[in-house]
């Protein structure tokens, strides 16, 4: 296995410094993450995103720990250089410091090198807990999908200058607590610069325009593999839904016309042993 980038070795990643963009990129099984191993990206986020690509939920709500349990340890298994950021889903950090804890710990038993979690200075208390444990936290503001109805939809955030000062400031006290970096999800580009010119972590951004120290992006939609909604922000980089139809409809075509599968995938016996089948049996 090549060496495991560390959370330490991102935080000292700040563009600003001369430090090449942090990629971050989703995956949430064993090819997946091969996939992105392969693509030398420095971050695998194993997101609650998982619940809307994968499972199929119209939010990322009804995701649970043992899910993000599960697609952790898949994505564990394919051994990718990349650090490992899972997601503590809604409610897994809500309720105590003693229950964040027990549920951040199964995420890292699972495989995960760090946590991710939603949210700003109100979550100050169990971001404490978690980085007191020796975990890694990595922050998440703006646009922060597990507070849909909080926010009355997936609306960009700090479009006000009041609002945008309590995004620095949520960033500022995310970083005093110890966060290795902050995701910076669907906020105007300018703002993004502002916060990020306001830290000594990275940001990574996600609909948060080029002045981020990095970029992440959902598997599902950088590969095309879904098309139900497209964000502003995402650029398809492969069409592999429109080109795993139109290999499916071959498969189908080819069984039904008889073109598959054909005598070489196919497998065979001596012909001895098939002549004497014919003895016991008749026709081979
Ligand atoms: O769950 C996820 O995929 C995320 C990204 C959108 C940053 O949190």
Not at 220 to 249: P, S
């Amino acid at each position: 296995m090549a060496k495991r980038v560390t959370a330490p070795a991102i935080a000292a990643r700040k563009v600003g410094n001369g430090g090449e963009p942090l990629v971050m990129v989703t995956a949430y099984d064993y090819p997946s993450a091969r996939m992105v191993n392969e693509s030398g990206a420095d971050m695998i986020l194993v997101g609650d995103s998982l619940a809307m690509v994968v499972l199929g939920y119209d939010d990322t709500l009804s995701v649970t720990v043992d899910d993000m349990v599960h697609h952790t340890a898949a994505v564990a298994r394919a051994q990718p250089a990349q650090l490992i950021v899972a997601d503590l889903p809604w409610m897994s950090y809500h309720v105590s410091t003693e229950d964040t804890l027990r549920n951040a710990a199964r995420l890292i038993r699972a495989g995960a090198g760090v946590i991710k979690l939603e949210g700003g200075q109100e979550r100050l208390p169990m971001v404490d807990a978690i980085i007191a444990a020796e975990i890694p936290v990595m922050g998440h503001i703006g646009l922060t999908p597990q507070s849909v109805h909080a926010m009355g939809g997936f609306k960009v955030q700090g479009k006000s200058a009041e609002s945008a000062m309590a995004l620095i400031e949520d960033a500022k006290v995310l970083q005093a607590a110890g966060c290795f970096s902050i995701v910076l999800e669907g906020v105007p580009r300018r703002v993004a610069d502002m916060v990020t010119a306001s830290l000594d972590i990275p940001t990574v951004g996600i609909g948060a325009g080029p002045g981020c120290d990095g970029q992440v992006l959902v598997f599902h939609d950088l590969l095309g593999l879904q098309d139900d909604f497209l964000a502003k922000f995402v650029r398809q980089y492969a069409t592999l839904k429109t080109d795993g139809i139109a290999a499916l409809t071959e498969f189908v075509g080819d069984v039904r016309s008889g073109a598959f599968p054909s005598d070489a995938e196919s497998y065979h016996i001596a012909d001895d042993q098939a002549d004497a089948l014919g003895l016991y049996g008749g026709a081979t």
